[in-house]
């Protein structure tokens, strides 16, 4: 995997588009970023302010819960574009969790694998 910060990511928060990371690596390329915010908490970070905050886990948890209810909302709306903004809101915050819980996207591979 390339180095997360290689691929214009900002720990000001700002976000760019990375067209040399194809769509099927996007998530891999996302959560090595977070772990990545994980392990050197830089300034500015909002994902690192997750990690260090005051609230502990709550503040992550309390995005998820958040995030899930704009998430219905948009769909009860039926407007697809809000229903796809929210959901990345919601799968970002869902991956930090993860994270924050040691987990990551292979646990999560591995559990919806066994489901087929
Ligand atoms: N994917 C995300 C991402 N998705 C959501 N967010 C943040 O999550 C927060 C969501 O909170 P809110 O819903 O209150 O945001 P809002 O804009 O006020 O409200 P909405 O309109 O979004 O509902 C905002 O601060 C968003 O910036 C994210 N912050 C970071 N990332 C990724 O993480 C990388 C590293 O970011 P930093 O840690 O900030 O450097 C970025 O380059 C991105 O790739």
Redesign the pocket.
Known sequence: MSDPDAG?????????ESPEVPPEAVLDE?FA??ES?KAEL?E??????LFSHEKGENAVLE?IG??ST?TILAAKDDDLDELT??S??LV??LLVLLAMKDLDLDDLREELRERF
């Open positions: 214009g990511e900002s720990a000001g928060g700002e976000s760019h996302l970023t977070i915010r830089p500015g970070s909002y994902t690192a302010s995005k958040e995030e704009e903004y929210e990345a809101d970002y915050h």
